[in-house]
């Protein structure tokens, strides 16, 4: 029996948290760690896919919500070999209107994603900044949420806002969703008040926090506007080298012996850490280049997926 993907949510119902950053720049370094991964824009902003230098798609996410277009046909080939992106467009800023009166219209993007066992072994879904019926169905389709999380006042308002509407969906939908973790971004070393959020989220949220913080830096914010993800513009630089080791502590759980013990949202919300809050720093990751007879052919389809419309001209 075909292995089903681990699907990741990447939400916040807050806006300028450093969400489409996060799963892009991720994406692209579980790809490039020879994991074959499939990157959803489920944002009608279509931030993620312009990070790759995709516009005006002939097909998108919109296709497989309201026309059941499969996503293999609709997923466009990358600069990096393992990863491939659904894209977005304007038309999906309709497909609210048009799913709410359609039956289980909360499971249309799970049914879509259910087609992609075997094909693929991580999903991540890109959410808009809202709590809408878009958020809902990509909630639905996951197994695992992960919460970038700006390290500022205002944060853990939001963050128990998000929590118990997901722990609403566990309930009602999706019993199978659990919390992957919550990502520090843009966090400022020489900003008190971060240390303090911080350390904070750490003391109430314990281990569900992940060791490594994404730093404020410039080459994230640069990157989209070469339509490349921070790996590919600097690979060098401060934040291609933390979602690198973002996605080697992922790695490090799931190539062990699965996903870490769960922890419902309800649960990690309430639990507070014996331990002191401290800060974490993880090593370079050094960045190779693949041999060129390591390379698919030229043309031909990558192992593991199917032949797609080809990449983005």
């Known amino acids: 029996m075909a292995e089903s993907p681990t699907v990741f949510c990447v939400a916040n119902q807050k806006g300028g948290v450093g969400k489409t950053t996060t799963a892009v720049n991720l994406a692209a370094s579980l790809a490039l760690s020879e994991r074959r ?14 990070a790759f230098g995709i516009s005006s798609p002939e097909t998108q996410v919109y296709d497989a919500l309201v026309d059941h277009v499969p996503l293999r046909t609709i997923a466009l080939e990358t600069e990096l070999e393992y990863l491939r992106v659904i894209p977005s467009g304007k038309d999906l800023v309709g497909a609210e209107i048009e799913l709410v009166d359609r039956p289980e219209r909360e499971r249309q993007l799970r049914d879509a994603v259910a087609s992609l066992s075997g094909e693929c072994q991580f999903v991540l879904i890109d959410c808009p900044p809202s709590l809408g019926l878009l958020t809902l169905n990509a909630l639905v389709a996951a197994t695992r949420l992960l919460v970038p999380l700006q390290a500022e006042y205002y944060a853990l308002e939001g963050l128990a806002h998000l929590l118990d509407t997901v722990e609403r969906i566990r309930n009602a939908f999706n019993p199978q969703l659990e919390l992957e973790g919550i990502l520090l971004t843009m966090f400022d070393a020489r900003n008190n008040l971060g240390h303090q959020v911080a350390a ?6 314990g281990n569900r926090v992940f060791d490594t913080v994404i ?30 080791r973002v ?16 922890t419902s949202a309800s649960s990690c919300a309430s639990s507070v850490a014996s331990e002191p809050a401290s800060s974490r720093a993880g090593g370079a990751v050094e960045v190779r280049e693949r041999p060129d007879a390591d390379r698919a052919p030229e043309g031909s389809p990558r192992a593991g997926w199917p032949r797609g419309p080809g990449p983005p001209t």
Do not use: C, W
């Open 247 to 262: 996605a080697a502590e992922i790695l490090k759980r799931y190539d062990a012996d699965g996903p870490v013990a769960s």
């Open 200 to 205: 904070e989220v750490r003391t109430h949220f």
């Open 215 to 244: 730093p404020r830096n410039v080459r994230l914010s640069e990157a989209p506007s070469f339509g490349k993800p921070a790996i590919l513009y600097d690979a060098r630089s401060a934040g291609a080298q933390a979602y690198l």
């Open 37 to 50: 991964t499939l990157l959803i824009d489920m944002d009608p902003q279509g931030n993620a896919s312009s």
